[in-house]
């Protein structure tokens, strides 16, 4: 088991891993680029060999569709956009719930052909992810807020346009452990100390009157907290579903809290946009924030759609994820001012960052 103290220094402010078992279906940017030549290669040659001789063809206009689908202007429901004039926005994440919206919006999208194509791009780690986000290289992300604040305090240009999903998390401890207060002595794991799941065990801790120097804190990939519980390795963890699901489904612990219970409101995952792209295309930035809102929305209306993308998407039984998907809503994902400064309060009050970057410099409303 890699168990990993938690450190103060820049580049670990960033570490984070999936487990092993996840590498073989992920995506790394490199591999996807790698394809994309690929294909534009296999289509030029195509393209050559069915013009012919003298056949005066011109190449594609490259007509900005989803500029148009911003305004109004779309083609109708039943005329397929050429591939050609298709705008790709290309989005990173982790295989975790709190992106479902995104799987929605980016499976929507393939359905309508209306001008726009949403390609996930699967990350293995927090550090790949963000660092992909502020190089330009994915157009936007789904991140831990904390770690877009912390990217941002650091001078880097990301910003959040929306909320990825709204609470969704619990504390999830092994059967001896009642309180909070049980904690004392114990070790607990978190995926990231730039995290909401840090602040949670810091809100239990503080109702029962213990101090965070009393337990002690890991830091563990997720997919390993559900055995770490199991074998007694951990006394209890908190981390962005299906995890916490998967070890209570499995009756390996049950749930000390959920964090609508410790913190209403709470902001945990957003959608990060890159700098670039806000300031090159803000049309299409505006048009994937309002996709994944959309998204959001169906989601909720329609659970059984949603319990059904989930399983298509997460190594997770279909009980894990129905219990997952209970804790978790998608319906407004609205960054309001009083919730993130209540987010920029408790990031002081527990050490994760002296001076946490303003709302209206990290937040954009695109609309």
């Known amino acids: 088991m890699n168990l990993r103290r938690i450190r103060g220094s820049v580049r670990d402010v960033f570490r984070t891993s999936l487990h092993p078992a996840e590498h073989e279906q992920e995506v790394t940017y490199k591999e996807e680029t790698m394809k994309h030549l690929l294909t534009l290669l296999l289509a030029g040659t195509l393209a050559l060999a069915g013009c012919g001789e003298g056949s005066g063809d011109s190449p594609a206009s490259g007509k900005d569709t989803a500029a ?20 790709v926005i290309r989005i990173a994440y982790l295989p975790i719930t709190h992106s479902l919206a995104g799987l929605e919006a ?39 807020v ?10 880097m240009d990301v910003y ?20 909070a207060a049980d904690l004392r002595g114990k070790t607990f794991a978190i995926p990231h100390r730039q995290s909401s ?23 563990l990939p997720p997919p390993e907290m559900p055995s770490a519980l199991a074998s007694g390795q951990i006394a209890g963890y908190c981390v962005a579903e299906p995890f916490g699901a998967k070890a209570v489904s499995m009756k390996l612990g049950h749930v000390l809290y959920n964090s609508a219970d410790l ?3 709470s902001i945990c ?37 949603e319990a059904e993308l989930a399983t298509a998407s997460f190594k997770v039984t279909r009980d894990a994820l129905d219990l997952s998907l209970k ?41």
């Not at 804790?327 to 002081?348: G, M």
């Open 106 to 144: 980016a499976r929507a999208a393939g359905e309508n052909r209306d001008g726009i194509r949403i390609e996930m791009i699967r990350f293995g780690s927090w550090t790949e992810l963000i660092d992909a986000l502020n190089t330009g290289r994915v157009d936007a992300a789904f991140a831990l």
């Open 197 to 219: 799941h840090y602040i949670l065990l810091n809100e239990a801790l503080a109702r029962e009157n213990v101090d965070i120097s009393e337990v002690k804190i890991v830091e």
């Open 263 to 265: 913190w209403p409101d």
């Open 146 to 155: 904390e770690l877009v604040m912390k990217a941002r305090e650091q001078g």
């Open 269 to 305: 995952c957003g959608f990060a946009l890159s700098g670039k792209f806000l300031k090159e295309h803000p049309d299409l930035a505006a048009l994937v924030t309002a996709r994944i809102r959309e998204a959001g929305m169906r989601l909720e209306g329609d659970h059984r759609h």
């Open 327 to 367: 804790w978790i809503s998608f319906d407004d994902l609205t960054i309001r001012r009083e919730h993130y400064e209540a987010l920029r309060e408790k990031v002081v009050r527990y050490g994760l960052s002296e001076a946490p970057v303003a709302f209206e410099d990290i937040v954009r409303d695109v609309r």
């Open 68 to 87: 148009q689908a911003s305004s109004g202007s779309v083609p109708d429901s039943g005329t397929a956009v050429p591939a050609a004039e298709e705008q």
């Open 160 to 179: 959040l346009s929306s909320l990825a999903h709204r609470d969704g998390n619990v504390i999830v401890v092994a059967d001896g452990i009642r309180t």
